[in-house]
């Protein structure tokens, strides 16, 4: 079974600074991957997927995330952090034949501070 | 395009009362998905759906959790005989199709068992 690993529970960064939020997948099998961000009492957004084509990937609000086959990492970036960014993060992977499933990581909460 | 619509938003039942989750998925979708997250969790999968089939079910507790996609109408998730446990929020997805198309989610459930 898939499984994804976010090791930071929560990232605290300064307004203007870079960020990377990190995401580890298990599959050998390279998934369709996801970041979906989450802001307090709503539901998921869809910040970017991955789907087997670039490795780079551009995902809206100024995210992207870079995928590593070799270290099955799928780790989002942001050159730049607003106040509005603040929210929880999940990194989400496909898993299932028909890729129906997502399974999640347990979640960043990244907290920009001005 | 309406998004996917989830009601009602909040929920409070006593233990051993009924929960019913609606979720209506976004035009143009027949791919129904329900996740429930924890408390300081990210999300697990339950049950993935289609128009009156129950494609995948892996994710759902053996009891007292069932959940239907009629031909018309909304996608529910029944709770009989909740428990304090049962307290989450409770998420439902939608896509065109699988096979790595993103899931759009709704602004969830928050169901709480007193």
């Known amino acids: 079974a898939q499984s994804v690993t976010q090791l930071d529970s929560q990232v605290p960064v300064f307004e203007e600074a870079p960020v990377e939020l990190r995401c580890n997948y298990s599959?050998?099998?390279?998934?369709?991957l996801f970041w979906y961000v989450q802001y307090p009492n709503q539901g998921l957004q869809l910040l970017l997927k991955?789907?087997?084509?670039?490795?780079l990937v551009k995902g809206i609000n100024g995210f992207e995330a870079e995928f590593n086959k070799s270290q099955t990492s799928f780790h989002l970036r942001k050159p730049s952090v607003h106040i509005s960014d603040t929210a929880e993060y999940f990194c989400?992977?496909?898993?299932?034949?028909?890729?129906?499933?997502?399974?999640f990581g347990t979640g960043t909460r990244l907290l920009v501070s001005p | 395009n309406a998004g996917v619509m989830q009601n009602p938003r909040h929920l409070v039942r006593r233990r051993g009362q009924e929960a019913r989750l609606r979720c209506s998925p976004m035009?143009?979708?027949?791919?129904v998905y329900w996740y429930r997250q924890l408390p300081e969790e990210g999300l697990k999968f339950m049950v993935y759906?289609?128009?009156?089939?129950?494609?995948?079910e892996s994710g759902m507790p053996k009891e007292r959790f069932s959940a239907e996609f009629p031909k018309e109408g909304p996608s529910i998730l029944r709770i009989q005989q909740v428990v304090r446990g049962d307290s989450a929020a409770y998420f439902c997805?939608?896509?065109?199709?699988?096979?790595?198309?993103?899931?759009?989610f709704g602004p969830g459930t928050r169901l709480t068992v007193t």
């Open positions: 997805a939608s896509s065109a199709s699988t096979q790595g198309y993103e899931q759009y």
């Open positions: 599959s050998s099998v390279p998934p369709y």
């Open positions: 991955y789907t087997s084509a670039a490795t």
């Open positions: 989400a992977v496909t898993e299932g034949t028909g890729f129906q499933k997502l399974v």
């Open positions: 035009k143009g979708h027949s791919h």
């Open positions: 759906l289609q128009k009156e089939n129950i494609i995948d």
